[in-house]
């Protein structure tokens, strides 16, 4: 008898307990919706509004899942409303709620870019940095029931209330009572709220790739947000531009007529030349990276004031240089970054006659020479997409004195090459 009391008292505390423990189990969903000017409402789990972000906010900071985010609206490239939410590095979890259609899934030092149309609808979602924000499909009862969760309770005993008379109507409601009361719960008291977020999420494109446009990512909008910031620590930057050669002595020549060779101790001049660079480097942090440097630059060789004859004459070189890159991250956009480099320069002389008036002694030959170089770059670039950023940089850069066998035993060491460039470029983050 005691053993039978014991079974039936079991039985009944699982009954009770059961319920309880499955409804903690799972998680009610957060809910985002959009208002008819384009504020964004929060809903908590019972389906009451937690949070309320008006149209045009520049900053605010709200609860979403449990996680601090940060909300500012702002507009695009093409001038359209956005509305960028955040969840900084210092979350715990992801933040995760569903939008429209979709289940999105937003870990820490990650955004979602909600981008509206003119008349406040959503138009397109994007999660940023790439792969890092996720969306899920979810059905379809789901999201006309989401903003409402509410009033589902109280709206299902008024419908029923409001359509007795007709007796035609009272046959099909039993069957399709659990579809009909969420769509006409959506439709009616709580107008200001449901009815506007139900067409504008209808529309949420939750298949839509992250990048639309494909690399190099989306088109900044500038303030910069923190998490907009970051940048992947890897990046390729080229660049080009005019090149300044400064006048160089011809220091000494051996060979023929070396010492009597009216050449020595004059200078050469150069015409304004070209210079192509390509840059490799990573950000071990966020101002200070490592790079190597190389490329090539061409100056023709021209005559100077002291009478000099120069023919089809010019001046290359190749740089090949280790580099400190420091520069200073903000959310302008302009990123200013400095280069300190030492290592080595190709020179390069092509020279197919220097004489001077009333002397027939002609210098002329080919060759090179590898000299210790040196070089400061002063610059700025601007982040015009997520992974590429246009540049503008000066570049100081010089060799020691390069001794060149020209051939017919003549061996000519000229002055020590000081160059300075201006060039423009790009730089790609990957």
């Not at 009451?48 to 500012?72: H, M, W, Y």
């Not at 990650?110 to 979810?138: C, M, Q």
């Not at 790079?291 to 021209?302: C, D, P, W």
Request: with cysteine; net charge negative.
């Amino acid at each position: 008898m005691r053993n039978r009391e014991t079974a039936i008292y079991c039985v009944l505390c699982a009954f009770f307990l059961l319920p309880l423990f499955g409804h903690s189990a799972s998680k009610p969903s957060t809910n985002i919706s959009l208002q008819e000017d384009g504020s964004l409402v929060v809903y908590d789990a019972t389906g009451g509004i937690a949070e309320f972000v008006k149209q045009g906010t520049p900053r605010q900071s709200i609860q979403l899942d449990g996680q601090n985010c940060n909300v500012s609206y702002g507009f695009n490239s093409a001038g359209k409303k956005t509305i960028l939410v955040s969840l900084p590095p210092a979350a715990s979890s992801p933040s995760i709620f569903n939008l429209g259609d979709s289940q999105v899934t937003m870990p820490p030092k990650s955004s979602l870019r909600i981008t509206l149309s003119d008349s406040n609808r959503l138009e397109k979602l994007e999660g940023t940095p790439a792969g890092s924000v996720t969306f899920a499909k979810i059905s379809q009862s789901t999201p006309a029931a989401l903003p409402n969760e509410k009033s589902p309770l109280p709206e299902p005993t008024t419908l029923p209330s409001s359509s007795p008379a007709p007796v035609t109507l009272s046959n099909p409601t039993p069957p399709a009572q659990d579809s009909i009361a969420p769509k006409t719960s959506a439709e009616a008291p709580v107008a200001p709220l449901s009815s506007t977020p139900a067409s504008p999420l209808v529309s949420a494109p939750a298949d839509e790739p992250f990048f639309p446009g494909g690399w190099p990512g989306n088109l900044l909008e500038h303030p910069l947000s923190t998490t907009a910031q970051e940048e992947d620590p890897f990046y390729v930057r080229t660049e080009g531009g005019a090149r300044f050669v400064s006048s160089m002595n011809i220091v000494n020549i051996v060979g023929p007529n070396g010492p009597s060779n009216p050449a020595i101790q004059k200078e050469i001049a150069f015409s304004t030349g070209y210079r192509q660079d390509i840059d490799i480097g990573v950000w071990l942090l966020p101002w200070f990276g490592l790079s190597i440097e190389t490329g090539f630059a061409l100056n023709a060789i021209r005559g100077n004031t002291e009478g000099m004859d120069v023919s089809s004459s010019t001046y290359w070189s190749v740089p090949i240089i280790a580099q400190f890159c420091f520069q200073y991250p903000n959310e302008s956009g302009f990123i200013p970054y400095a280069n300190f480099g030492f290592g080595g320069g190709w020179n390069y002389f092509k020279i197919g006659s220097i004489t001077y008036p009333g002397n027939f002694t002609t210098l002329s030959g080919s060759g090179s020479d590898m000299n210790n170089a040196y070089q400061i770059t002063a610059g700025c670039r601007y982040r015009l997409y997520e992974q590429f950023s246009l540049t503008l940089a000066y570049k100081f850069y010089g060799t020691s004195q390069p001794t060149v066998d020209m051939g017919d035993n003549q061996q000519v060491t000229f002055g020590s090459p000081v160059t300075n460039s201006i060039e423009l470029g790009g730089n790609f983050s990957f």
